[in-house]
């Protein structure tokens, strides 16, 4: 049997299903992007559900949009009692089924794990995550401390900061901020 990590090693996942539609056995799909083109002919899935640790592989035989989410149909699900089982798997794709992207775009999974360094090759630390703010993305990144503390570090991913940035490289050069360091205390 195979390890769960094997399982997902060159997959992403691309949403979760949160609940059945309608009676004919239907689910809700709701996406962890915006790339309309991912939904486009999506037939093999791997389902994961993180709660009860099961997976399973799955053919979708039709998906399509409804406002902010996509209504799929998994084969042989046929009703509403057999939908109920699939509430909460996250939907796992290769990622070479990925649209490519052009040099200045990227998948927020290509960012993670990497290395942020300001220009004077100072270590920022890791990124761990990425928020979405509406304005901007901005960059979760931990820096290891000592052996039992860590730091949590807020970046602006905007473009005037990033001084070096390739896919390829496993690290990102980022500006210093004048303003994040200042440790003095704001008296009003």
Same mark, same amino acid.
């Given at each position: 049997?195979?390890?769960?990590?094997?399982?997902?090693?060159?997959?992403?996942?691309?949403?979760?299903?949160?609940?059945?539609?309608?009676?004919?056995?239907?689910?809700?799909?709701?996406?962890?992007?915006?790339?309309?083109?991912?939904?486009?002919?999506?037939?093999?899935?791997?389902?994961?559900?993180?709660?009860?640790?099961?997976?399973?592989?799955?053919?979708?035989?039709?998906?399509?949009?409804?406002?902010?989410?996509?209504?799929?149909?998994?084969?042989?699900?046929?009703?509403?009692?057999?939908? %109920?089982?699939?509430?909460?798997?996250?939907?796992?794709?290769?990622?070479?089924?990925?649209?490519?992207?052009?040099?200045?775009?990227?998948?927020?999974?290509?960012?993670?794990?990497?290395?942020?360094?300001?220009?004077?090759?100072?270590?920022?630390?890791?990124?761990?995550?990425?928020?979405?703010?509406?304005?901007?993305?901005?960059?979760?990144?931990?820096? %290891?401390?000592?052996?039992?503390?860590?730091?949590?570090?807020?970046?602006?991913?905007?473009?005037?900061?990033?001084?070096?940035?390739?896919?390829?490289?496993?690290?990102?050069?980022?500006?210093?901020?004048?303003?994040?360091?200042?440790?003095?205390?704001?008296?009003?």
């Amino acid at each position: 049997m195979k390890r769960l990590e094997d399982l997902l090693k060159d997959k992403v996942a691309i949403g979760k299903i949160s609940n059945t539609h309608g009676l004919g056995g239907e689910l809700k799909l709701f996406p962890y992007t915006n790339e309309k083109k991912i939904f486009n002919n999506l037939t093999d899935v791997l389902l994961y559900n993180p709660k009860t640790k099961r997976f399973l592989y799955a053919k979708l035989d039709s998906i399509r949009k409804a406002d902010k989410i996509y209504i799929i149909s998994i084969s042989g699900v046929e009703n509403i009692s057999s939908a %109920q089982r699939y509430k909460d798997f996250i939907v796992y794709i290769p990622k070479e089924k990925l649209p490519i992207l052009d040099n200045s775009e990227f998948y927020y999974f290509e960012l993670l794990e990497k290395e942020v360094l300001y220009e004077d090759g100072e270590s920022v630390g890791k990124i761990v995550d990425i928020l979405e703010t509406g304005a901007n993305e901005v960059l979760i990144i931990e820096k %290891q401390i000592d052996r039992f503390n860590k730091e949590e570090i807020l970046y602006p991913l905007i473009k005037e900061n990033l001084i070096k940035f390739t896919k390829e490289d496993d690290n990102i050069v980022v500006k210093r901020l004048e303003w994040y360091e200042d440790d003095t205390e704001d008296r009003d």
